[in-house]
């Protein structure tokens, strides 16, 4: 579930965005005006849900007016979340960010093989993308000013802009940014179940924890990755998707606004709540139980917390409090990626 560290925050979203820069034009070949294959999904195997098919007028998360003469069905995506959301929604994208990587992070929803890649998030090929005629492009971004945004724009293809997270109600959020692809796609049937199921998932795996007895309540999520042979560690503050979950299930988050000041760098990240350290940052939080992403690629952060005589020094480690979600949950993703985390956390309090 390792965030891929260039997307750390809302600020450095917006440096990537700055960076991507408008090609010339391309020729649309005539199959990329073909219908879009059928969905691979498999929680789409059974779904009933109808399709709108009327025209659709909405306002994206900036409040941009979005008019489309009918739902989109050829849909580009240029953000893991979204592209997340919009498999769940049963709608095939034609094009989509950074596919390989997607793949490694991201195992709610898995992705065609026929998907057009059109580079990496932030930086697109923008003759890829408008090569595979997309209805609409949806996009996250920093916000109203994000210069992404106008290049995106400027060939008149509608452009669906999202706020991907809000340390404010990381799940409001979450429902909010698959609700309105929902609306744009004329999938809002197929949304409002999937959502009716998510908050039946959250409400059941808070009746299995709930007489749980715990030696603390308090808790960390953290993930990392290696930077210049150090381990370099990003703790899940107040605010964080992922803290937010552990809270709905009854535990206390123990990355405190306090230790900011002494680890941090000024605070956590104002839209993920996300802040950064090292291994021995994580004393700050004593005896709090300790969750943290796993992953199999070969630069993996875990291998080298083991090496560390800090790590195996804290109380969580020595007391076998210190567990590791499963590898492809990702942290910043829709209904689906936030069930898998609740699985998560429900098998680890239960088990562990």
């Not at 070949?29 to 007028?57: H, K, M």
């Not at 956590?268 to 004393?283: M, N």
């Amino acid at each position: 579930m390792n965030f891929p560290r260039q997307v750390a925050t809302v600020a450095s979203l917006a440096v990537l965005a700055l960076m991507a820069t408008a090609c010339g034009t391309t020729n649309v070949p005539e199959a990329a005006n073909e219908p879009v294959a059928a969905p691979v999904s498999e929680s789409c195997s059974n779904d009933t849900t109808t399709t709108a098919t009327g025209p659709v007028s909405m306002t994206d998360g900036i409040g941009r007016k979005v008019e489309l003469a009918k739902p989109a069905e050829r849909v580009a995506v240029l953000e893991w979340q979204q592209t997340e959301d919009v498999l769940t929604l049963c709608v095939t994208p034609v094009a989509v960010a950074d596919p390989e990587n997607y793949a490694i992070y991201v195992s709610a929803e898995k992705l065609p093989d026929t998907v057009t890649d059109v580079g990496e998030r932030g930086e697109f090929d923008f003759d890829t993308l408008y090569a595979t005629n997309p209805d609409l492009i949806i996009v996250e971004a920093a916000g109203a000013d994000d210069e992404i945004i106008a290049k995106l724009e400027d060939r008149g293809v509608p452009v669906l802009v999202t706020i991907g997270a809000d340390a404010s109600g990381q799940l409001a959020n979450m429902k909010k940014v698959f609700s309105m692809i929902a609306e744009a796609t004329g999938r809002t049937e197929r949304a409002a179940k999937v959502l009716e199921q998510f908050d039946q998932h959250l409400a059941e795996a808070k009746q299995k924890v709930q007489g749980v007895e715990l030696s603390t309540t308090d808790f960390l999520f953290f993930d990392g990755w290696i930077e210049g042979g150090n381990v370099v560690i990003r703790p899940y503050g107040k605010g964080a998707l992922f803290t937010e979950l552990g809270e709905q299930l009854g535990l206390t988050s123990a990355w405190t606004d306090d230790i900011n000041s002494a680890y941090g760098s000024g605070g956590v990240d104002p839209a993920y709540g996300l802040a950064q350290t090292d291994i021995e940052g994580l004393t700050a939080v004593g005896g709090a139980n300790l969750f943290y992403s796993d992953d199999d690629t070969p630069d993996s952060y875990v291998a080298e917390l083991g090496k560390s005589t800090i790590w195996t020094s804290l109380p969580a480690v020595k007391e076998g409090r210190a567990y590791a979600f499963p590898p492809g949950v990702w942290g910043a993703g829709g209904p689906k990626s936030n069930e898998q985390a609740i699985d998560a956390y429900v098998d680890i309090l239960t088990k562990g």
